[in-house]
């Protein structure tokens, strides 16, 4: 599917020091903080020519220029759990990039490597261990990027309790993807393709739900609100009332949740995390 991204973003081999100075100095105090809790998770800086093909300075350099980006597009602040799935370990995957601290727990021992979080579809997911009810509002937006091969895979995120949904990326079934809020099942006109994509759930307001598949708006539906749910949401599964469901296949490149995303930030959004995910390899 061919996006035009409506923003600028460039990463790369730029020297961040002063003039006359050598080696890379941070921008960004919070690009700095996740990358120092990373090599904590780590036991040591993360060996990215090996990992990554990129410098290390190069990738301290690709951190602090998406936290630039994500401030510059007024993204950064509505984040509230940010998971690059930067280090290749499941313990550098489990830090959030917002509060620089293990969030995730693992099931079925998915696989952790450059590519992100790989699941195989068996059982296999992370819990954010959030309880939606007592740290966002209703207007709510999730997205998650996920490479998967095969058309009958599924896509899952969210969570729901007895009476409300969270639920995010519902369902995935050839190229028709469905999503459910508290006001029911929607599911999207048939797309071309969504074997790589980045895919976002938004609420900007109470009143709609939008799906975008890589920007692309394709689905709006009328909602009353992802209500706030007791039970922590899943990433590549869905928490049925504290039972796993439809565990997923494929690589997890990223997941974030955030509140109050517009249209043109979902935009903004989409080119940041491609410039990141493409300076990784991904």
Known sequence: MAISIAISNSIGARDNAPSG???FVWVNSEAEAYYNAVTVANGGDVDTVALYGQTLN?????????????????IFNKLVHDYPFFGGTSNTHAICAIDYIPELTYFGSPTHSSLGMVLNGAGQYASMNNSISNEVP???DWAIGIDLNSSTNKIMMGSRDATNIGAVIRYRLSTL????????????????SIGDSFLVLSQADELTARLYVDSLEISTSTSNGLLP???PSFIGAWNNIGGVVEACAGNVKFSFES????????????????????????
């Open 21 to 23: 100075g050598g080696g």
């Open 58 to 74: 190069d990738t301290k350099q690709a951190i602090d220029t998406r936290v630039t980006d994500l401030k510059s597009a007024l």
């Open 138 to 140: 209703s207007t709510t």
């Open 177 to 192: 993807i469905g999503y459910a809020t508290n006001s029911g099942l929607t599911v999207s006109p048939a797309i071309s």
């Open 229 to 231: 749910t007791t039970y």
């Open 259 to 282: 509140a109050g995303l517009s249209p043109l930030q979902v935009t903004a959004l989409e080119g940041i995390n491609n410039t990141f995910q493409t300076f990784l390899g991904r």
